[in-house]
């Protein structure tokens, strides 16, 4: 097997479990790796450390195990995916028959969230009978098929098709040439159930695999607020946070977005789960305009745009837009109305959301209080020596 040797004091984060090997922490390579192989790395002082997925670029290895003598083979992909099963079986969110007192019905989660389950560039969602696998690094993609069967065996009684959709999220110089296409089965039932509601999944065209499935919980929030209010659900795809609105019992739902295809989307989710009810409306429409244009009818505003900044550099620009955002919602919303404010951009920290949504709140001058702080789900856990993994971020603040 190759090997990839540390530069003296390059081994610290990884003897803390950190599963990323950099670039720059690399000595030398004996042997030339083909992006997506296997490699073993060593300290320099030619101590094994880890061994995992190489790659060129900035993240030069992730790290699949600590120990030498575990074999990256089927039963090590079984063991995995087997460990990510039973922790979303404990956490309540993978359901089974014998759950007492019976939950409201779910088949909607994330099974494998990369690094937070010690599989880092690896994605799976299960949505009914469907897993949507995502690979984000070159040595996912290769394993694929290896991933695919040890997924039938683990899931052997819930999942008969496995979609594979990695198009958009494999680096571009590795020529891999990814096809979105099912490794497994091919059912195009794309109805999954989430906490009782139903919706569409769009694995084959949709964001991400098809869904957000990281707003579940904030979503189950919303509806706890919904109560007789007229809320807006300004970015709102598939309408998720529209359709909870509803069951929540709102006066009136307005769904925003500036993408036809979504706006569709949600009113056939809608349509799903209350047809033909004169409560809700959508409309394809640009957030800043709309925004600008409304009146001040809403008491509840949802506001979860798309990452803002997908890297470092664009961090200025997109605080910026949080602050620009959030502050339009301040001026528009009622006395006494209730905001939530989302970010998902990794690069953008809690600190620094927090200061965007502050800046926008002093410059409406009304009386804001922070109600919640939200984050991602428990199915998208963050590994502990992996902070960079928390990436979601949400505020619900009351706006006398
Ligand atoms: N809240 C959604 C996820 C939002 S994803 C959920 O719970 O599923 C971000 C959405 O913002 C996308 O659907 C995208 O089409 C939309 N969007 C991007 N830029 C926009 C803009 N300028 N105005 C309105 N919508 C925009």
Same mark, same amino acid.
């Given at each position: 097997?190759?090997?990839?040797?540390?530069?003296?004091?390059?081994?610290?984060?990884?003897?803390?479990?950190?599963?990323?090997?950099?670039?720059?922490?690399?000595?030398? %390579? *004996?042997? /030339?790796?083909? +992006?997506?192989?296997?490699?073993?790395? #060593? &300290?320099?002082?030619?101590?094994?450390?880890?061994?995992?997925?190489?790659?060129?670029?900035?993240?030069?290895?992730?790290?699949?195990?600590?120990?030498?003598?575990?074999? %990256? *083979?089927? /039963?090590?992909? +079984?063991?995995?995916?087997?460990?990510? #099963? &039973?922790?979303?079986?404990?956490?309540?969110?993978?359901?089974?028959?014998?759950?007492?007192?019976?939950?409201?019905?779910?088949?909607?989660?994330?099974?494998?969230?990369?690094?937070?389950?010690?599989?880092?560039?690896?994605?799976?969602?299960?949505?009914?009978?469907?897993?949507?696998?995502?690979?984000?690094?070159?040595?996912?993609?290769?394993?694929?098929?290896?991933?695919?069967?040890?997924?039938?065996?683990?899931?052997?009684?819930?999942?008969?098709?496995?979609?594979?959709?990695?198009?958009?999220?494999?680096?571009?110089?590795?020529?891999?040439?990814?096809?979105?296409?099912?490794?497994?089965?091919?059912?195009?039932?794309?109805?999954?159930?989430?906490?009782?509601?139903?919706?569409?999944?769009?694995?084959?065209?949709?964001?991400?695999?098809?869904?957000?499935?990281?707003?579940?919980?904030?979503?189950?929030?919303?509806?706890?607020?919904?109560?007789?209010?007229?809320?807006?659900?300004?970015?709102?795809?598939?309408?998720?946070?529209?359709?909870?609105?509803?069951?929540?019992?709102?006066?009136?739902?307005?769904?925003?977005?500036?993408?036809?295809?979504?706006?569709?989307?949600?009113?056939?989710?809608?349509?799903?789960?209350?047809?033909?009810?004169?409560?809700?409306?959508?409309?394809?429409?640009?957030?800043?305009?709309?925004?600008?244009?409304?009146?001040?009818?809403?008491?509840?505003?949802?506001?979860?745009?798309?990452?803002?900044?997908?890297?470092?550099?664009?961090?200025?620009?997109?605080?910026?837009?949080?602050?620009?955002?959030?502050?339009?919602?301040?001026?528009?919303?009622?006395?006494?109305?209730?905001?939530?404010?989302?970010?998902?951009?990794?690069?953008?920290?809690?600190?620094?959301?927090?200061?965007?949504?502050?800046?926008?709140?002093?410059?409406?001058?009304?009386?804001?209080?922070?109600?919640?702080?939200?984050?991602?789900?428990?199915?998208?856990?963050?590994?502990?020596?992996?902070?960079?993994?928390?990436?979601?971020?949400?505020?619900?603040?009351?706006?006398?």
């Amino acid at each position: 097997m190759n090997r990839i040797y540390l530069k003296p004091g390059k081994e610290e984060s990884l003897r803390r479990f950190h599963p990323w090997v950099f670039s720059g922490a690399i000595a030398r %390579i *004996d042997g /030339s790796p083909e +992006e997506g192989e296997v490699v073993e790395v #060593y &300290t320099s002082q030619s101590m094994f450390i880890a061994k995992g997925h190489y790659q060129i670029g900035s993240i030069a290895v992730r790290v699949l195990t600590f120990r030498q003598d575990e074999k %990256i *083979d089927a /039963s090590f992909w +079984e063991r995995r995916l087997k460990v990510a #099963y &039973t922790m979303r079986k404990a956490i309540g969110v993978a359901q089974s028959s014998t759950d007492s007192p019976a939950p409201l019905p779910n088949n909607t989660y994330r099974l494998v969230h990369g690094e937070g389950d010690n599989l880092p560039g690896l994605v799976v969602d299960i949505y009914a009978r469907t897993a949507v696998v995502q690979a984000h690094s070159a040595g996912m993609h290769l394993e694929r098929i290896a991933i695919a069967n040890a997924l039938m065996k683990v899931m052997e009684s819930e999942v008969e098709n496995i979609y594979y959709k990695s198009e958009t999220t494999l680096p571009y110089k590795a020529d891999l040439y990814p096809e979105n296409g099912f490794l497994v089965g091919g059912d195009e039932n794309n109805i999954a159930t989430e906490y009782g509601l139903n919706f569409h999944i769009d694995w084959l065209k949709g964001q991400k695999t098809g869904f957000f499935v990281d707003q579940r919980e904030n979503r189950a929030l919303l509806e706890r607020y919904a109560a007789r209010r007229s809320v807006l659900n300004m970015f709102c795809y598939t309408g998720g946070f529209s359709v909870y609105a509803m069951r929540g019992g709102a006066k009136l739902v307005h769904s925003v977005d500036s993408s036809a295809k979504a706006i569709d989307l949600t009113n056939r989710n809608m349509d799903l789960n209350f047809p033909n009810d004169p409560r809700h409306a959508a409309f394809a429409e640009d957030a800043f305009k709309y925004l600008d244009r409304m009146g001040d009818q809403y008491d509840l505003i949802i506001l979860d745009p798309p990452a803002f900044a997908k890297h470092r550099d664009a961090l200025r620009n997109a605080l910026m837009g949080y602050r620009k955002l959030n502050a339009r919602a301040f001026e528009k919303i009622r006395p006494g109305g209730i905001l939530f404010t989302f970010s998902c951009s990794q690069a953008v920290s809690k600190e620094q959301f927090r200061t965007a949504v502050f800046t926008a709140a002093a410059l409406s001058g009304r009386s804001v209080r922070i109600l919640h702080q939200l984050t991602q789900p428990a199915d998208h856990p963050v590994n502990i020596y992996h902070p960079e993994g928390e990436y979601l971020k949400g505020l619900v603040l009351y706006v006398e």
